[in-house]
Each structure stands twice: as C-alpha cells, then as structure tokens.
C-alpha cells in the first residue's frame, strides 16, 4: 500500500476543500470508526489532527495508524486506498493552486487571500427596495 499523504490528511482534518474536503472527512471517519474488535484504531488519532490540523506528527500518527490496521485487514486496506486514491486524485479540490504572497508595505484597506470568494461586502449595503406607491383613493 502507497503511504498516505501526511498533506492530503492534513487538509482534509482542517476542513479544505468545500463540500467535496467535508466529503472525505465523513467518508475517512466512517472508515475510521468500522467496527474491530478492539477500539476503532484511528479514532482518537483522526480526532487529535482535526484539532490542530497544522500538526505534522499528529498527521504522522494518523498514518501509521491507519498503515498497521490496513496491514491486519485487507477490507479494510482496500477501502483505506480506495480513499486516499480519491482524495490524491483531487488534491487539486482540497489545495488548489493559489499561491498567495504579501511582503514590505502597508496594506490599508481590505486584503482577501485564497481561492474561490463569494458573497463578500465590504460595508456596503444595497439599497433597500422602493416601496410601492399607494393606489390613489376615488371617494
């Protein structure tokens, strides 16, 4: 079995991604969470890197974690790959390729870094809808 990324654990335990990263968390957690005969092996580790996502050694003992029960449970194993092929396939989806960069100077103002924006005001608010004149009263 291919080593799985540390990064690819990473994004998805930080939440990267949109809908499709909280897809592969649900999907790595029921996987994590499959009955064993033992405490599900990966439970507390997959918990311990959402909560600090930006751990290397947390990600590091997700996987060998994940590595050794793959290594006692061939279902297990194929669904494990399964997974970390799909998410390696759109690594694109969870990273993306913005590079985003701010050296020297002063930024005064607003400054979005990052990828994909929606939705965003910065302070303006559109105007509130005309009210509609009243019908002219015939007596």
Not at 51 to 80: G, H, M
Request: net charge negative; glycine share 8%; charged share 25%.
């Amino acid at each position: 079995m291919e080593p799985i990324s540390l990064a690819i654990l990473a994004a998805v335990a930080s939440g990267a991604g949109g809908e499709f990263g909280k897809y592969l968390l649900e999907q790595l957690t029921s996987l994590v969470r499959r009955p064993t005969r033992e405490q599900p092996a990966g439970t507390v580790e997959l918990e311990r890197l959402q909560l600090r996502p930006i751990d290397r050694e947390r990600a590091q003992q997700l996987r060998t974690v994940l590595e050794e029960r793959a290594n006692q449970d061939s279902e297990f194993r194929c669904a494990l790959e399964a997974w970390a092929n799909t998410a390696a396939q759109h690594a694109d989806t969870l990273f993306g390729d913005v590079q985003n960069e701010l050296s020297g100077g002063t930024v005064n103002g607003y400054l979005l870094q990052g990828k994909n924006f929606s939705n965003l005001s910065f302070g303006y608010t559109p105007p509130s809808p005309r009210p509609k004149p009243e019908p002219e009263k015939t007596d």
